[in-house]
């Protein structure tokens, strides 16, 4: 059949979903309105499906919280938090967590049990461990199968969903089973940025490879021809050195670049201008300290060599000293034959291999008069206690 979410451009719309199931919940009948309930803790179809925000909270990061739906009555309120294409904000599930009686109240449910769900592709837990994880496509073929619609475009709508669910259980074994290139050259629905990524099937893995700091993790789709699919940028705040002027500001990035065929990570470079509220990037010809550029590559030269004799499977690259070039090392993936799975455990390796370099490289910039310096001893040094 048709996908209709897919046809709209709206297939990666976690909003859309919910819109759909509080409207599905207000036209169904008590068994629908049932099946729904029973999935957070409801005996019976007496209960209320919101959406809303709760203002006046206790938070440091946020003015307001906003569930994706309440399911609520005087004896019960369930609280879901739908993470199906995105990630967890910075705080999102604590601020729900510390927040419950602002929400008791509010509801006018003073005594009521409260419980907490995440609602995503994986069935990844929260940072905030209260909440309960509901993996979307159980959760969806629980509540849609042997279940009719008298409203005909609510009955597409429900069609649509479980053929989606039924995809993705699909889409799960194959990453286990299927190469990475089948992957791709069949067109599988989950195969982006947002459902093999951002739902989390991955990010913790990342999160794995990355010590004691986590990731910021940053996905997005790549148009244009001879690009790649999509993106994944991994980044840690301490991986930013700060000089004195406005543009010498030095900050560090893995890039990973999904191709059809393989993936490449790179380790990649910029400057930003920190006097801005984003500390927006800027281009490499700005900064006035032009040998900071020429000293950086060289040391990922240097680190080409190291990576060499550490008998390690990859092959290591520079790229060109190209003027306005934020890409220093690239390492491009075999994947004859490796499924998903596989090729993650080689970025993850390569990831550990990069994360090392970045440490070594950064401790190595020491400002020396007006500007950032790279001293080279420090950085021969760093590379060999971390043999």
Known sequence: MVDIFKLLGIEHREDKYTYCLLKMIELGNDDFKKKVGNEFGFESSDYRCIRRSFTGIDSDSRKQITPDFIIYNSRRIAVVESKMFSGEGYMQTADYGKNIDKIKAALDAPSAEVDLYFLTLSGVQSENKAFKT??????YENILQDTVFDDGCLEVIRKTILEQARKYRIFENAIYEKTYKEMFSSDQYWVSPFSLLSSGQYDKTWQEASGTEPFNIYNFDVTGHGHSEFITDLYKEKWRKEGTGQFDNIHLFIRIEW???????????????????????????????????????????????????????????????????IKALKCELACENKTISEIIEDIKNIIAYYSKEIDSILSAFLIKGKYLSFDKETYEANIISHK
Do not use: A, C, H
């Open 259 to 325: 191709y059809s065929e393989y993936p490449i990570v790179w380790l990649g470079w910029e400057y930003y201008d920190r006097n801005t509220e984003n500390r927006t990037y800027v281009k490499i010809k700005k900064v006035e300290n032009k040998s900071l550029k020429e000293s950086m590559i060289q040391s990922l030269i240097d680190y080409k060599q190291t990576w060499i004799k550490s008998n390690t499977p990859y092959s290591i690259k520079t790229t060109p000293k190209k003027e306005d070039s």
């Open 134 to 139: 509901v993996k979307w496509n159980v959760f």
